[in-house]
Each structure stands twice: as C-alpha cells, then as structure tokens.
C-alpha cells in the first residue's frame, strides 16, 4: 500500500492504494465518481473514462492510479454549474444521447474543446471526437449537440430544450439531463455497504475435458471470501434462452465447448483483488480436437461438441410452390453464394450485475433485455421459487440483442447467497467479447430466376449458421433469416432451408436484424445482377418485385394494409437517379417474435401520491427510448403533466413481456401503455388525481395469433406486422462514403427526434457492417479481444445520413405503430455493395468489404484485403 495526494474537483484527497489499481477504479471504487465510466478495460480505446487531468482530457484507465501523485483532476462532477447546464440541455434538445453510457466521457471532451477554442468547427468537433466510440447513435447528433452548446458557452444564454407532450412530438428523453452528466447510473455505478466484487474463471482453451479444477490458491487469499465451482450448486446446472445447454459452471469431466464456458467465480473486498483470485484458479485439461467450422460440425460420424447432442442443432424449412418447374421456365436463372462474418456488439457497457439479499429474497439489478427472463433463470439456478428473486433494471449501456442471454446476473445472486452480503459481477471487456452471443457467420447459397421483363419467379436457398457454442437463440436466427431471405420481394415459389450448427467457437445469437442483414445483403445483391443480365437498372427491378398488399412474403404469409415498401422506395427515386455512384436496396424486417411464439406487452400505472404517478412497463430501456415514448403516450392520453411521471421495469409489478426483442417493444409496450392511459382517463372523469391515490390500472396488448413458417397452409400469419425501409448510399469520386439516405416506413412515429436517432445509429453499424467489422476466430480463439480492432467507425469516418421518415400505419394498434430498431441496417451493407459496384464494377459476395475504396478510406493499411473473390 502507498498513499497518493492530489486534488478532485477541487477538493485535496489523500488515498491509501495497493498495486494495479487503474486512476479509472480508483476515482470510481474508491472515492464514488460515476460520471467516468469504464468501457474498455483499460486499453483507452472508447472514450468513456474521459476526465480533465491537469486541465487536459485524459482517458483515465490507461493510467496507473500512483500516477495521480500531485494532480489536478476535473470529472464531469466538478465542472462549472453553468457549463453542467449548456452541456446537459445541448444534448437533450439535440436528442443525442441514446444508452447514454458514452455520453459523460464525450461532455468533458467537449467541454475541453470549447473551453480552448472560440469559434468551433464541425471538422473540430469531428477531430475531437476521435478517441470516442459510440455504438447506438452514429454521431450525429452528438455532433449537434456540441454546435448547439458552442453558441451558449461565452454568453450568458443557455440552450433551450423544447417540451412537447403529444404523440409524433420531438419530445425530451426520459431523464436525459441526469444521463449526459452521468447521474444516471448504470449496475456498475451501484455501491453497497459491506459490497464484495465478483470475478468469472473463463476456460483457457476451446474444446476439451476438464481433469481437475484447483481452487485453492484463490480460497488461500487474504479478502476473497468465497469461490464457487459446480459443486457448489444446488439448483439448475443449465441456462439458456431457449436450449437450457450453457453450463452455469462446468464441472471436472466435463467438456468445455468454448473459450467463454464459466468454471468458477470469486467473491472479494475489491474488484482487483478479484480478478486475481479468479486468474489463481488451476484447472487441468484434456485437450480435444477443436470443431470451428460448421463444414467440420457436419462431417460425417465427426465428434460432437456436446456429449448429448448433434452439432445440427436445427433445420428450419420452408416451401411453397413448384421452384424446379418455375427455375426450368425461367428466362434467366442465377446462382451466387454469398458469406457474411462474425460481428462484436461492442456494447460500451460491459455486462455487470449486483445482487443483494432482503430477508428470504435475493434483490438483483440487472442490465439484460429481459428481467422476468432474467428472474426465471436466476430462480432455477437457485433452486428456488420466483418468488423469492425480484430482478430490476438498471440503466442500460447499450444491447443490441447482446444482453438477451444470463452472462453475470445468476452468478452475482450465487455470491450474494453464499456470502451473505451484496456482490457485484463484472465482466472485462476480454471476456464479454468472449462470454456473451456474436451475430452470426453465414453461408448463404442462392439460385434466382425472373422472367424476361424482369419479374421473379422462384428462390432456392441454402443456408448454414456458425451458431457457436451454446445454442442462444441461433435457431430462431436461422428462422428469422430463412423467413426473410427473399426481402421484400414477390416469389411464386420458394425453398428455403437453414441449418443451425454448433461450433467450438464463441457463441452467436440475437443482433440487431437478427439474421436478416446477412440475407438482405445476399437477396438485394441477386437483383442487381438479375437487374443487369435483363437489361434495367437495380430501381426498376425492385419497383417490378416489391411485395403488395395480398401478396406472400417469404413465408407465405399475405400482406395485409400495411404495407409500406413502395412508398419507401418512390422516397429516394429522384435521389437515386441523380448520383452516378449511388447504390440501392430495400428491406423488410418483422416486428414482434412471431412465428408461433406469443407476443405481449403490459404496462401498469400507478397513482403513487399527490403529483406522483408511476408507469411500470415489462420490456428493458436500452437506448431506443422506450421509457420515454410510453410517458409521452400516457401523457398524451390522459394530459398528465410528464414531470410527474417516473418509469420502472422491475419484476416487483405484474407486466411480464418476455425478451426486449424483434423490434417490438414500442409497438407492444406503447399500446398497452395506450389502454392503460385510457383505462385512467375514464376514472379521471370528473375528479382528480390527489384523489385517485393508490389506483392501479394495467394494459395488456396480446398478440397470440401467428404460426411457425414450416406450418404452410394458405395464408401462414409468422408475424405480427413488419416494418419497410429503402436506402441509398452515395460514393465521391474516389469511392469513399459521401452520403445515406434511409427512408423508412415506421407506422405511426410516435417520437421523431428518437425515431431518427435510432436509424442513424443503425445506419452507422450496417456501414461498419458492410465495409469494415469483422471478429475472426481460428482453432475456436478469437484473435483479438479489443475494441480498436473492431473496426468501428468513428465521427470522422461516418457520412451524413439523411432520415426520411414515412407512416403507413399498421392495422394492429391504434396508433398504427411498426418496429424500426432493427430494420435500420437491414439494406444498408446491400446498398453500400451496389454503390461500389457501380463505383469499380466489382461484385461483392464476402462481408465486410476490406477490399473496397470505401474501405480503405477508414481502416489501417494491414487490413486492406482483397474481397474480390
């Protein structure tokens, strides 16, 4: 231990440290700054831990905390009161903040910035967002955010934020001035007395049997007061969302399956001394063949990954119509196979969950996209009843469909049990990229006939998905892939089969598109080449084919009112036609689970006290605004003042929705929201709310009618409803990004400034999709666990993007409300390919597109690679 001095926000402190505590853990777990939060685990390469350290911005986890001898520290805390306010009501005007997690590093930045520089630029800000890494918001707004703080910083003026209650309004994020100066906290903000910190045992190889697993040295460590292995367990031995086939901890003669199987975890007085223990653990291995691809998984009488099970984990088939006799009497008929790689959700917010126990129930705060699912599993590892497990959510920091499956939260509630005191779990950011479901490497074989004018005939489609390890939800991937496989598009005739397929390699499972950007890219690509072998151009052939009302989608499933593609489709038409470079698609995207799996959304409001009114929704608020569209709907029905309202997801309240998922939650959650508003308005007639004090009323919107896609029949409903987008994407002269333009049916836009948030930032992560991110593994280890070799694109790397948002309301809510989470990247890799096609004349079969012009405007020289094949 050594002791260092220096000065916080203008006060002096004195701390006693041991060795390797980063100044990052040492302002936060030792002195209660929240506003740096960690992303990165130490390797400066998000922004997030942003403070002022000598008066100049400093990623705090890259440096050692003895280094903090004699400084001057600024956090996000201890700026002016009046630069606080600029900033906070910059963003929240501008919508920028979505998750918010990255949000405080990116103020302090930004106040740096206009504290030395009078007359900002839009290239200084792009400059001096660099170090910066966002993952829900594609920068733009951020951007605005900073413009729109410049012009108050000298003056005595402040930004003014706009309050506006009605549906379709640009009304104000749900608490956004707490989260831009992170006061909003996230699990790993949460402090406890008596907490101990959590750390898991990862397995070091990907396949092999475990001979024996030593947990001495750790036990033998001053501090660390349990350490857990699967002997220790009493209740479920599986977790899964799906397939219960994830060990909570494998157990000494077992098979580990990947380098993110769990074998123990600790519980210690500090997160550092934590993380040692858990690296003492000695395990002792048999090592096997590795099985990494899903050509090996299939080989004839190979070995398995799982003793129990067939590494075909799934087929999902789908036929309708005679495609050999229409393919035979096609005038053109092509054949392609396209490839799409392994992606990181790159989540800045690492997964963590603190669990406390209250008398017989075990309290655990969770930032998973489902706490009633989260409730289940954690009840079943327990062995105990649900009742006795309250899960909440806390805020949080981005999830993409990566936080679906239980990572930490079961074992933070373990701990919490076996020690008796509260327990936070953490992940670094080396074992989330290890631990947690990747959107899936596919292979996607696909033959293709139209007639002479263009019109299409029928599909055969084959594809393969790397489902990893652990099944997750990689069957309903396949599925969802499989279902969407011709696009937005009329076929008389398809056959479509999809094969699940464990690997030893890290897990896949749900990401944002959830299997449809892959096949988006491979469909859309089928009708530019069928587009030139007929003689048109790529927008009259997808003006012929677009899906009408009364027409079958992929699945056989008949359009209903809805339909909103062609619409989409004549907004970019002028756009598209006039840029020499520019290259088009369009997309489809399902809202709600569907295929056969129920859909339901509950929301509960609460009459709490005098001017206090509670809305208790089911689904988790990770960005997308969800809490703040189902205020703004409670408050346009029943004209409560949105300042009295606060939002909760908790399992304490009976709105069990399942999975924040499949683009749903706006549409469920928002019109249960609607009927519950309703229901209140009607008890409010004639009085008040002071005297409605301890009233509860509760929507439900059921959605209970559709079918799996391999059912057939004449009119299969698979989904509930679907929304539609067309994008352009538009090349300069030297081939590099110029311009997206995203036009999108969203229904009913019950929040345009979120609404236009969400498809920027998903435009962002399908270019990055399309030309640069890429996670590859060999022999089932990945070969880098950082986030800067992700190949992320930054501010300066991002084009603008035009959001053209159209509304073609859909029959099934009031409102008339479809998804647009997920369906913002669907067409986006497929437009950027066709762009490049008219760009180099060059057809591009393998995600991403290193080779491109495009490309290597962005990424280093090592990575420029040859995606000619």
Known sequence: MSRVDFVLNGEPISLELEEGVTALHALRDRLGVVSAKDGCSGHGECGACTVLWDDKPVMACTRDAHRLQGAQITTLEGLATRKREVLSRAFVQTAAPQCGYCIPGIAVRAADLLDHKEDVSREDILKALRPHLCRCTGYHKIVGAIELAAE???????????????????????????????????????????????????????????????????????????????????????????????????????????????????????????????????????????????????????????????????????????????????????????????????????????????????HVYSQGQGVHEDRHEIAAVLGWPVERVLVELVSNGGGFGGKEDVTVQHHAALLAVATGRPVKVGLTREQSMRVHPKRHPLDMEYTVGCDAEGRLTAARIRIVGDTGAYLSVGDKI??????????????????????????????SGAFRGFGVNQTAFAIEGMLDRLAERVGLDPYQIRERNILSEGQPFSTGQLMDSGVGIRQTLEAVREDYYAHPRAGIACGIKNTGIGNGMVDVGRAMVRIEGAGQVGLYVGFTEMGQGLHTICRQILCAETGIDPDMVHVETSTRFPVESGMTTASRATLLAGEATRRAAVALSEKLAGTTLDALVGEEVLGEFLCDFTVSPQTGGPNPVTHVTFGYATQVVMLD?????????????????????????????AVHMGLGFALTEDMPAEGGYLKSTRLKDLNILRAHHTPPVEVRLIEVPDPHSAYGIKGIGEIGLVPTAAAVAGALRRFDGIWRTHLPMKGSAAARAVLPKRLHEDDHA
């Open 152 to 362: 108050h910083w000298r003056g005595d003026t402040l930004p003014a934020v706009d309050n506006p209650t009605g549906v379709g309004d640009r009304a104000p994020r749900y608490r956004g001035a707490a989260i831009v100066m992170g006061e909003k906290p996230y699990v790993d903000d949460l402090r406890r007395e008596g907490m101990l910190y959590g750390a898991l045992h990862l397995s070091k190889i990907p396949r092999g049997r475990i001979l024996t697993v030593d947990t001495s040295a750790a036990l033998a460590m001053p501090g660390v007061h349990a350490v857990l292995t699967a002997d220790d367990l009493s209740g479920a031995k599986l977790t899964g969302p799906i397939r219960k086939d994830t060990p909570v901890y494998a157990a000494e003669g077992d098979l580990v399956h990947c380098i993110g199987t769990v074998i123990a975890s600790v519980a210690a007085e500090t997160r550092e001394l934590a993380q040692r223990a858990a690296a003492a653990i000695r395990v002792e291995y048999e090592e096997l063949p590795v099985i990494d691809t899903p050509a090996a998984a299939l080989a004839k009488n190979g070995p398995k990954v799982h003793d129990t099970r067939d590494n075909l984990a799934e087929t999902c088939v789908i036929r309708r119509g005679d495609v050999d006799a229409l393919l035979a009497g096609s005038a053109h008929v092509l054949s392609e196979t396209f490839h799409s790689q392994r992606v990181e959700h790159a989540f800045i917010e690492a997964e963590t969950s603190l669990a406390e126990l209250e008398g017989d129930v075990v």
């Open 733 to 761: 002269e030297e081939g590099r990004l110029e311009k997206v333009i995203a036009a999108h049916d969203a229904g009913r836009v019950i929040n345009q400034a979120l609404a236009e948030g969400q498809i920027e930032g």
């Open 478 to 507: 396949l599925e969802r892939a499989a279902g969407h496989s011709c696009g937005p598009y009329f076929f008389q005739a398809v056959d479509i089969e999809a094969l699940t397929v464990y690997t030893n390699n890290v897990p």
